[in-house]
RNA sequence: GGCUGGAUGGCAGAGUGGUUAUGCAGCGGCCUGCAAAGCCGUGGACGCCGGUUCGACUCCGGCUCCAGCCUCCA
C-alpha cells in the first residue's frame, strides 16, 4: 500500500516519498484567532487530523505542527472595540478552538506554536532574508523582492501575466515591485508593536509560518497542509521567502488544500448571516456527527452543507453504534492498521479518499450486522476503522442517551415504561402507544425488541 | 476582467471509455399488537452544445452557472 497526494501543481496524484521516512514532517495553517471557529475553520483540523492517523500507520515518527496566528490587524480591530489587551482576545478564541475540535475528536498536533513567541525567529530569518538580496527595508518597511525569486508562481500555477492580469490594487511607494509583500511594517504608538532592527513594528502575514516551520520542524519539510483559499498569496509568498531563505533549495515537499464550506450552495459570510459556528451545531449533534459530515465530502472538494448534512450522518453513525452495542469487543486489546480492511486502506491511502473509505465502512458495518458473533479478525477491524476515521470513540450509553438533551430524567423515562409494559401485558395498546408518543414528544424513542424495552434519545 | 477548481438521481457523494457505486430520503416486503431497529427488494443521474469513438457521464473544444483567490485580507 503507497499513500498517494494530490498535487496541484502537477495536476495528478503523485506518490508520498518523505525526504526521512524516519520522521515525516507536517505542518498546517491554524487558525487566526478573532472569533469562535465556524465549520470552515473545522474542516482542514478534522482533514489533517485524520491524515496524520494514516500516517502514523506507515512512519515511525511523524511530527505535526498546527499554528495560532495570534499577530493580526483582525485581533486587534477587536481588541480595541472592546478595550483589551490582545491577549484577551487571543486567549478567548484559542480556547474556543481548542474545546471545538476536541468536540470533533480532533487530538492535538505535536507542537501549536503561536506567532507572539516567535519574533526573534521571525526577526532573524527577514534579516537573512535581507542579507542574501530577498529582502530590502523602505520607509520602516521591510518587503520580500518577488523578482529576485524565478519560480514565483509555481506552487500556486500563476504566472506572472495571470497575476499582473488579475491586480487591482494600487501599489504602495515603500514597494520597488509591484509584486513585493511585507515582511515587516511599522507599529503605531496604539498599535501591538514589537522592538526590531528596522524600528517597533510587526509581521507582516506570511513570515510566521516560515519561521515556525524552520524552528519545530527544520526546512524543507514533507507537508504543508490548509484551507484552499490560502494558495494564493500566502503560500506562494511562503514558498518564495522559504526557498529563498534556504538560497534556492526546496521549502516544502507536498502541497496539500482542502475545498471551502459552502451553505447551501453560497459562500459563508457575515453579511449573507449564514455562518456555521461548530458550537451551534454541537447543540444539534455530536462532534462525531459533524466529523462525520466533514468527511463525507472529499477533502478537495468544495463542501455543500444544507438541511440534511447532519440528519445523513447522524443515521450513520447511530447505525454504527447500534452495531457496536452487539459486538462484544472486551477480549479486543490490541488492533491497527493491519487491521483495516484492504479497500479502506485503499481508499484512505489514495489521496485520502474519506467518502469512499466510508462506503465500505458501512458495507462492513452492514455485513457484520447479519452475524449472531464476530470473530477477533472483525471486531478489530471494525475498531481499528473507527479509529483512523476518528468515529464510534464515545461510550456507547452516552451516544444514545445524553444527559445534556434530556427533558425528562431517567427516573421517570423508566417509570412511563413500566406503565406502558403493563398496559402491553393486559393487551390495553392504545394505553400503551400514548405513553409511546408522550416519550416521543420528549425526545425519546423506544424500541422493543427480544421482550425487552430499550430506550433513547433523539 | 484574470487565474484556479467544481457541476452526477429528491438530497449528499465516490468512481468509470461499454457492466449495480454507496448512504440519507421514498416505495414494496419480512419481522412486530402497532411501531422502532434489523433484513430483503425497488424506482431514480451523470449542467448545456458540439467533436473524437463502434460506443462517452467518463477524452477534447465552446458555453452557462457556482466557488476560491487576485498582494498587507485569513
New binding site residues.
Partial sequence: MQIQIYQ?AH?QKVPFTPLNKDHVRLYV?G??VYSTPHIGNARPAVVFDGFVRVLRAFYPKVTYVRNI?DV???INTKAQQEGVDIDVIAERYTKCYHEDLAALGCLSPDVEPRATEHMPEMIAMISALIERGHAYESEN?V?FS?PSFDDYGAV???DH?????????AV?T??QH?????LW?PSTETEPGWDSPWGRGRP??HIECSAMIEKHLGLPIDIHGG????????HE?ENAQGCCFREGKEYVKYWMHN??V?VD?????KSLGNILLVRDLLQKAPGEVVRLALL???Y?????W????L??AK??L??AY?LLEQVDTRDIKEWGWSDVPSEIQA?LC??Y?T??AI?HW??LC?AL??KETHTAEEVKALLATHHFLGVGQRPIRSWFRQAEQGKLDVESIEKLLAERDQA?QIRD??A??RI?DQLESQGI?????NGKTKWRHQ
Fill in positions: 496541484r495536476k495553517c487558525p487566526t496566528t493580526d490587524d483582525k518597511h518587503c518577488v500556486s500555477g500563476r501575466n495571470a497575476r499582473k492580469a488579475g491586480a487591482r490594487v504602495e515603500y514597494k509591484e509584486e513585493d509583500f511585507v511594517k507582516g502575514w484551507g484552499g483559499d490560502l494558495l494564493f498569496p500566502h509568498n475545498g471551502m459552502n450552495d453560497e459562500k459563508m459570510s463525507q465530502t472529499h478537495r472538494q468544495p463542501l455543500r444544507h438541511e440534511d448534512t440528519h445523513s443515521q450513520i447511530d447505525r447500534r481508499a489514495d489521496d479518499n467518502p469512499l462506503t458501512q458495507a452492514r450486522q447479519k402491553r395498546f392504545e400503551a402507544d409511546r424513542l423506544i424500541e422493543d425488541s
